[in-house]
T-cell receptor, first 111, second 116 residues
Framework: TQLLEQSPQFLSIQEGENLTVYCNSSSVFSSLQWYRQEPGEGPVLLVTVVTGGEVKKLKRLTFQFGDARKDSSLHITAAQPGDTGLYLCAGAGGSNYKLTFGKGTLLTVNP | DTGVSQNPRHKITKRGQNVTFRCDPISEHNRLYWYRQTLGQGPEFLTYFQNEAQLEKSRLLSDRFSAERPKGSFSTLEIQRTEQGDSAMYLC??????????????FGEGSWLTVV
């Protein structure tokens, strides 16, 4: 069974601060996706990373896939209240059709 | 592209009643998935369709749960004799077919079920 551990589980910061969220596993994934979810809504895709060592940037968000494709990180620069939400990482195995999710990091950015 | 559509968005039902959720995937997406999410947890895989064929079912999907995708387009998830433990958000997702690495899975807004 593939497991994804996300840390920290909760994070509360002030507007303008930087933060990093981690997603770790002992398993290798063929791809990894990051989602953001707001209360009562479905997860919204932020990015998909595929290649070991890959770095993708989405405005103030930087995503990195580990060289061994077992871990990933999400770094947010100058966080804003609109970044508040549950950040989920999800890995796809060899068949690439089924995602295994972490429990998520609940981020609160205070104005 | 209208996205993945789910309805109803919210359902409150009495224990023992049957409920059915509907999912309309993104058009031309051959793959359709159902996940379940409870508070404080990430989504958990329930089942997967490739066109109309149901190719995998999780052990989480007890015999009270049945999912169909009769024409390879929309899908339904029925829960019979609901129990309080079934209270959760039921998420539908879709993706294009193919074996390319990085096929992205898109989620709907979810259907909240509360069993009282």
């Amino acid at each position: 069974t593939q497991l994804l551990e996300q840390s920290p589980q909760f994070l509360s910061i002030q507007e303008g601060e930087n933060l990093t969220v981690y997603c770790n596993s002992s398993s290798v994934f063929s791809s990894l996706q990051w989602y953001r979810q707001e209360p009562g809504e479905g997860p919204v895709l932020l990015v998909t990373v595929v290649t070991g060592g890959e770095v993708k940037k989405l405005k103030r968000l930087t995503f990195q896939f580990g060289d061994a494709r077992k871990d990933s990180s999400l770094h947010i620069t100058a966080a804003q209240p609109g970044d508040t939400g549950l950040y989920l990482c999800a890995g796809a195995g060899g068949s690439n059709y089924k995602l295994t999710f972490g429990k998520g990091t609940l981020l609160t950015v205070n104005p | 592209d209208t996205g993945v559509s789910q309805n109803p968005r919210h359902k409150i039902t009495k224990r023992g009643q049957n409920v059915t959720f509907r999912c309309d995937p993104i058009s031309e997406h051959n793959r359709l998935y159902w996940y379940r999410q409870t508070l404080g947890q990430g989504p958990e895989f329930l089942t997967y369709f490739q066109n109309e064929a149901q190719l995998e079912k999780s052990r989480l999907l007890s015999d009270r749960f049945s999912a169909e995708r009769p024409k390879g387009s929309f899908s339904t998830l029925e829960i019979q004799r609901t129990e309080q433990g079934d209270s959760a958000m039921y998420l539908c997702a879709s993706s294009p077919s193919g074996t390319g690495v990085g096929n992205t899975i898109y989620f709907g807004e979810g259907s909240w079920l509360t069993v009282v």
